[in-house]
């Protein structure tokens, strides 16, 4: 017995050993499970707060959206609003395209009307074209007939100068022979006629020379320059011839203003004025002329004044035409041509001539140049 | 009348203008042989020494030729174009007579080399004095270029 109680107690003892490591495996498998709950609490505690979290944020985003639902309401209604303004504006679109469809049709009636009226202006700006070459050949026609009447006429007056001259030249040559070599054939009388045929031929050259001089006159070229008047005055005066028992007038000029005009034409003015006034104041003893001007507006008036003659107003009408004389030949000497020379010379410088006279009392002859 | 030692070749177509020229020359105491032609071709003849004139010695030159302007055939200005672009002729003196004081006449005498240009005056003073004038002038005082 013992023994076997021994071997009993080892055999206990082992078991309760092996029971021992039992439990204690046990209690460290318990350890670790405990540390793995510990962990999973952790964890789940962690997990919790992390829902908390999301939790919150979902609150949150909840909130946004309504927030974003409230905007997109009201979004909505003023997308209606606008919505409403645009089928308003639409409407009003309408209305204005149908105006517009009015006006453009309007406007093409009026395109039309213009297109019209167009085609009848061109119309009659070719008539007008038309009607203007028409007038330029007119024009061209007649300045061609103008030149050749101006040709014809020229060649008129070489024909007086030159044909009519020579048989004057003849019976003036002749007559004179007649006087000279057979006067003791005629008796006064006779010598008398020789003599009235030599002066009549003389007189009847003078009338041609002057009056192919006056149609010279009307071809010659205006040359206009500046003229320093009083010069050119004195120097007509210092040119005029008087015979030694001639009645010398008194001469009274100041200083004449200048003016345009061609010199040497200008010059004849003044020689053809002058002269007449001394021809004119021959009879009057101690009698003066005066020459002088004044400016009106842009125009410069000359005249020259003298005491003689004079002439009777009534025939002023004649005073400028050619070879119209107001005196007798017995009276005065002189081809009538003095004054209408005068005249052209004048009107060829834009320029006026007239005068004032009174018979037996002198005359004044005036003449308007450009300043 | 002789065409032989002319000294004055006086070429004019009117008998009268003539006439009144040679008579005025005469009177004016000229002595000078005096030759008149009537026109512009027997004036040419009578220089170049043809036709009529076929006989003349080539080697006598008028000293003086008064030439009238407007003549039937051959003018005066003709005439005196041709003589004055002969070198051996050019310097004989031309005096052109005429009716005309017309500008382009005197213009177109002077541009071919006239001496001197008259304008016959109607006046017969004034035409004699004229004509002794040119005599005197181109027969007396005038030197000859040769």
Redesign the interface.
Known sequence: MKKNDSDELIIANREIVLQNKEIESRAAELIIANKELLFQNEEKENRAAELVIANKELAFQNEEKENRAAELIIANKELAFQNEEKENRAAELIIANKELAFQNEEKEKRAEELSIANRELKNAQDDIRKLNDELEQKVIERTAQLESVNKELESF??SV???L??????I??????LKEDYAETFDADGVKILQAI?SN??K???L??DL?AFS?LGRKQVTVSDIQMTGLVNMVREELLFEDDENIPEFEMGTLPNAKGDKSLIKQVWINLISNAVKYSRNKTQTKIEIGAYTKDNLIVYYVKDYGAGFDMQYYDKLFGVFQRLHSQEEFEGTGIGLAIVQKIVQRHNGTVWAESKVDEGSCFYFSLLA | MSYHNVEILFVED?T??AA?TI?ALKKSGFTHKLYHVINGAEALDFIYCKGAYADRSDKEFPKLILLDL?MPKVSGLQVLEKLKADQHLKSIPIVML??????PDIEKCFALGANSYIV??????N?FNAVKEIGLYWMVLSQPAH
């Open positions: 007056s070489y100068s030159h044909d001259r020579a048989p004057i030249r003849a003036n040559g002749y007559t004179k022979i030599i031929s003389k009847m050259g003078e041609i020379d192919l010279k | 009117s009268d203008d009144l008579r407007k005429t009716s005309s004081n017309e500008g016959k005056p109607v006046d017969s003073d035409f």
